[in-house]
């Protein structure tokens, strides 16, 4: 069960956007609905912020949006926030497991 | 309000066994599945185990397969890891996390705060 790709790590200044990719196949990201992003404060244990590719839980912030084209869901995080400094992961249910991302760093600037 | 506390980690030798408990409350336990989920120590997430609401259903990650058993008491609002032959590989913080659905879909909505599994002679 081979990781989703993320970049290692992402950077942005307050007030700017910022996208996160998150790659994988037709068997997991291309082919489901089931993909969701968590943030990760050092410490603590993940969030929820995006669920089934674009959907919000009650309580995130509307700056944080997810997309998906192809085998590729992204995160965009917009008027990025000193708060926003954290690990993104990203994940796929597919076939029998569910596949995670090996994170992406946020810097906030 | 919702809570997720895990409890049974500990230090263990390598090729014995360990138990995990995950105590819910604050939601109806037996609608949603659960899933366990750990973190090595500076990595990544990894899923460990995921089983529906009426246990009909249990998935497991390919590198606990055979090892490890998920199980869930719903009377007692309960999620366990019963996990043997343990290896150094293993050594990490396990999550408990409930599913938005009573179905296995991955979308993790609540988290514990985690127990820390350490491996080692």
């Known amino acids: 069960q081979s990781a989703l790709t993320q970049p290692a790590s992402v950077s942005g200044s307050p007030g700017q956007s910022i996208t996160i990719s998150c790659t994988g196949t037709s068997s997991d990201v291309g082919g489901y609905k089931y993909v969701s992003w968590y943030q990760q404060h050092p410490g603590k244990a993940p969030k929820l912020m995006i669920y089934?590719?674009?959907n919000r839980p009650s309580g995130v912030s509307n700056r944080f949006s997810g997309s998906k084209s192809g085998n590729t869901a992204s995160l965009t995080i917009s008027g990025l926030q000193a708060e926003d400094e954290a690990d993104y992961y990203c994940s796929s249910y597919r076939s029998s497991s569910l596949v995670f991302g090996g994170g992406t760093k946020l810097t906030v600037l | 309000e919702m809570q997720l506390v895990e409890s049974g980690g500990g230090l263990v030798q390598p090729g014995r066994s360990l138990r995990l408990s995950c105590a819910a409350s604050?939601?109806?336990?037996?609608?949603?599945?659960m899933h366990w989920v750990r973190q090595a120590p500076g990595k990544g997430l990894e899923w460990v185990s995921g089983i529906s609401w009426n246990s009909d259903s249990v998935d497991y990650a390919d590198s606990v397969k055979g090892r490890f058993t998920i199980s869930r008491d719903n009377a007692k609002k309960s999620l366990y890891l019963q996990m043997n032959s343990l290896r150094a590989e293993d050594m990490a913080l396990y999550y408990c996390?409930?599913?938005?659905?009573?179905?296995?879909?991955?979308?993790?909505?609540?988290w514990g705060q985690g127990t820390l599994v350490t491996v080692s002679s």
């Open positions: 604050g939601f109806t336990f037996d609608d949603y599945a």
């Open positions: 996390a409930k599913d938005q659905y009573h179905m296995l879909s991955g979308d993790l909505d609540y």
């Open positions: 089934e590719v674009s």
